[in-house]
């Protein structure tokens, strides 16, 4: 899942999700040269999926039988610093260029650098105080795929004002653009998170965007000792997370979500709904019109999710 902050694209799309969906739409009609002149004109306005960008641009450049063209937009892209998985390389999509010898070259150092970078990779964890008095709790706040800890400050720093204290969480595991993270490996993203409340005081809420979110929900599931309420803003929802999570989540959660976010919005409503039918405490904020991405009153959107934990 390719999924961070709202962005400002250059024809009407107001995310990375926005543009994707519409790329992968004339792709499966048929028309493989609109989709490809989408992502020339579009993808380059929204630089934290830089390697998902390039990525696309092989396939569908490959798919239309342009194969050189395919190997000059790799080569562009491990230019650029983009590191690719070799699983991700040798899968079907990419079958009209797995005999190509230059291909196979660049798909050599696209594997060894991400493999090389993975294991280097560690945790980190960003923590910030009020300014007066003693903080209310820590927000444990998880980014959402591809970005990291610094970019997600401007979002929740509302609630310094407010007593708590920040506590960003940044993965270890890394995207496939440069400088960006995820948290898609979700055993290894419970185990750092772990490792985090054992070094963290007091009450803590988790809390996460997209991806991130999710992991936030799992980990208030499954360390109800540690994790006094989850804040979820925009959640990434698997259709196969739904149903462990309404039976295991105890803690209170507030989710915000966006009416247009499909891969957020049904996810959120069903997990609700089980959880509240069992007697347990959710609160449901869905925003109407609002895609996949942070409210445009993300303070606001804050302020009524904690008032409901603390309730």
């Known amino acids: 899942m390719t999924a961070g902050p709202t962005a400002s694209g250059p024809i009407g799309f107001a995310s990375f999700q926005e543009l994707q969906t519409e790329v992968y739409r004339r792709r499966d009609a048929g028309d493989r040269e609109t989709a490809l002149e989408l992502l020339a004109a579009a ?24 194969i050189d063209e395919a190997i000059r937009v790799f080569a562009e892209a491990l230019g650029a610093g983009c590191r690719y998985p070799l699983p991700v390389l040798r899968g079907e999509t990419f079958a009209a260029l797995h005999d190509i010898v230059e291909f196979e070259r660049l798909e050599h150092i696209a594997a060894m650098r991400y493999d090389a970078e993975l294991a280097a990779s560690r945790p980190k964890l960003v923590v910030r105080a009020p300014s007066t008095g003693e903080p209310r709790g820590t927000l444990l706040v998880l980014h959402g795929n591809n970005s990291r800890a610094d970019r997600t400050v401007p979002y929740w720093e509302h609630t310094l004002e407010l007593g708590w204290r920040l506590a960003l969480a940044q993965s270890a595991e890394i995207s496939f653009t440069p400088g ?12 750092q998170l772990r490792r985090h409340l054992r070094d963290l005081e007091g009450r803590v809420m988790a809390c996460g965007y997209s991806m991130g979110a999710l992991r936030a929900l799992e980990l208030g599931a ?8 989850v804040v979820a803003v925009g959640p990434y929802f698997p259709p196969s997370a739904v149903q462990p999570l309404a039976e295991a989540l105890r803690v209170p959660a507030a989710i915000v979500v966006g009416r247009r976010d499909e891969h957020g919005w049904p996810g959120s409503e069903e997990l609700a709904r089980r959880v509240v039918a069992a007697g347990r405490r959710v609160h449901l904020d869905v925003l109407p019109g609002q895609g996949h991405g942070y409210p445009p009153d993300m303070a606001a959107a804050l302020e009524k999710a904690l008032r409901f934990l603390e309730a």
């Open 222 to 229: 499954s360390e109800p000792d540690r994790v006094a309420g």
């Open 43 to 66: 993808g380059p306005s929204f630089p934290d999926q830089a390697a998902h960008v390039y990525l696309a641009r092989v396939q569908l450049s490959a798919e239309l039988g342009r």
């Open 180 to 191: 960006m993270f995820v948290w898609n490996d979700g055993a290894a993203a419970h185990s």
